[in-house]
């Protein structure tokens, strides 16, 4: 049977009378664990105020579907009041590490100990603040983490194309260019007519103007064309004789080449005893066209590396100082291309900016985190298809920011909950319920605006209001 010598060990039962110390011993029930047995489970309802005399327990969390460990109750200690104060699902689980020695205390007898005396009420709630204060600190260091992982992950993808365009640019362009020099020895040696000579030139340097004005854009509308003209071309080659003439076509195609440009360049050649030098001229204006390729995807690929740089560096406002002028418009753009690659599949984005809104003082990467957190939020409520609208507006002294999306919606009878901390409509581990928390204190305590939110079936809209300077 618990002792009142054992439970003035813990500071919340030394300001209960020995009447009331005595009730609880004898209505405590005493309990012998072995190591790893859960004593409390999240999201499981309160099962009771525990006194830990003898052993260590562990608290972990849900992160991503994994359990995290984030402290330890060592004796003698008590835990299990939250759940039971707050009559809602635990936040963590708890598990003996040791051999333990406990004892239990019912909700019931718990909360008649808690009315009954001030002393105690008032140490219990200390050490319910101090732990909530600890677990909300860890859970905003793993949202962080978790954001930044995001993020990471976000930018490693984005970057692994381009940096394999450029890497396969680089690697094939040399090759390609010492090819092209002994082609031009070999021509010279022939005594070419200069005159015909400048035409190949001239054919060349038109095929190039062809490739790099052309955009991705353009290309991708001109496939059909591009394909109907490669068959053309192929057709053509076979007839003159070239081998393997299945590999020039995508090159000549894409530099815009016809049929009868390359019928008067290679009038002279064709009767030519050497095979080699009778297509040598074609295979040149191919290979050319084939390195200027290269070398704009590879300069495609540089740039794109450069571009999303200068989004990650914008991003976090790495070389600013604490509080900037901030381009809002800046903010939102930097945060979607940090993020697009969950919006390529089924997700199209809507804009709708007020080109004319006025920057605002503001903590730039904090208001950044604002637009990951509500732009996350709304990928993840449309499941991979629908449409993401971001509108811009101002309204008197306010730049208003909608984040809207078109997923399920948010259930009535929770919408007056999502800026509380801790609460998520994620599955468990999947969300920690800070996110809109994290929203709400960056825009109201940081930057004296409001955040709000209107919710139905196929439309859900945050919108954020943050003042301009007076």
């Known amino acids: 049977m618990l002792c009142i010598d054992e439970l003035l060990t813990l500071e919340p039962f030394q300001a209960l009378p020995s009447e009331q110390l005595q009730w609880a011993c004898d209505r405590a029930t005493p309990l012998t664990l072995p190591p790893g ?38 004796a003698p200690s008590f835990f299990g009041e939250i759940p039971v104060l707050i009559e809602g699902p635990a936040e963590v689980t708890m598990r003996t590490l040791t051999d ?25 709630f200390r050490a319910v603040s101090e732990r909530l204060r600890g677990l909300e600190s860890f859970i905003r260091g793993r949202e962080k983490m978790a954001a930044l992982g995001t993020l990471s992950a976000g930018l ?52 190039y103007e062809v490739i790099l004005n052309r955009s ?49 360049l290679t009038a002279p050649w064709r009767n030519h005893p050497n095979a080699d030098l009778r297509t040598m001229g074609i295979h040149w204006l191919a290979l050319s066209f084939d390195v200027m390729s290269m070398i704009k995807n590879g300069l495609r690929g540089a740039e794109r590396i450069s571009d999303l740089v200068h989004s990650m560096k914008s991003y976090s406002h790495l070389d600013q100082g604490t509080q900037q002028v901030v381009y809002v418009h800046e903010g939102l753009e930097d945060t979607l291309k940090l993020l697009s690659y969950k919006l390529k599949h089924g997700i199209t984005v809507t804009r709708e900016y007020d080109c004319a809104l006025p920057p605002i003082s ?19 409520a449309m499941d991979g298809t629908g449409t993401l609208t971001i509108r811009t507006y101002r309204d008197g002294q306010y730049v208003h920011v909608n984040v809207i999306d078109s997923g399920a919606g948010i259930p009535d009878d929770i919408q007056t909950r999502i800026f509380e901390p801790f609460f998520t409509t994620k599955d468990m581990g999947k969300g920690t319920g800070l996110g809109l928390d994290a929203v709400q204190r960056i825009v109201k305590n940081r930057h004296h605006g409001i955040v709000r939110a209107t919710s139905e079936p196929g439309h859900t809209c945050f919108t954020v209001c943050l003042p301009l300077p007076a």
């Not at 009771?48 to 991503?64: A, C, D, M, N, Q």
């Not at 970057?159 to 890497?167: D, G």
């Not at 730039?364 to 709304?378: F, H, P, R, Y």
Request: aromatic share 6%; charged share 25%.
């Open 362 to 380: 503001a903590y730039g990467s904090e208001l950044n985190q604002v637009w990951t957190n509500l732009i996350d939020n709304a990928i993840d």
């Open 216 to 264: 991705a854009e353009s290309q991708a509308q001109d496939a059909m064309a591009l394909s109907d003209r490669e068959d053309e071309l192929l057709d053509w080659l076979e007839d003159y004789g070239v081998n393997e003439a299945w590999k020039l076509t995508a090159p000549l195609a894409a530099s815009g080449i016809e049929i009868a440009t390359l019928e008067r």
């Open 37 to 74: 047995t859960p004593l409390m489970e999240e999201g499981s309802g309160p099962n009771g105020f525990f006194i830990l005399l003898k052993g260590r327990v562990s608290i972990t969390h849900l992160s991503e579907g994994a359990e995290m460990p984030i402290g330890q109750h060592k």
């Open 156 to 207: 490693a993808h984005e970057l692994n194309n381009p940096a394999a365009a450029l890497v396969r640019a680089l690697r094939d362009v040399v090759p390609a260019i010492l090819e092209l020099e002994q082609m031009n020895l070999t021509y010279g040696l022939q005594n070419p007519d200069p005159e015909h000579t400048q035409d190949w030139q001239a054919t060349r340097d038109r095929g």
């Open 100 to 124: 333990c020695e406990l004892y239990q205390i019912s909700c019931a007898d718990f909360l008649t100990l808690l009315h009954d005396c001030r002393g105690f009420e008032r140490s219990i």
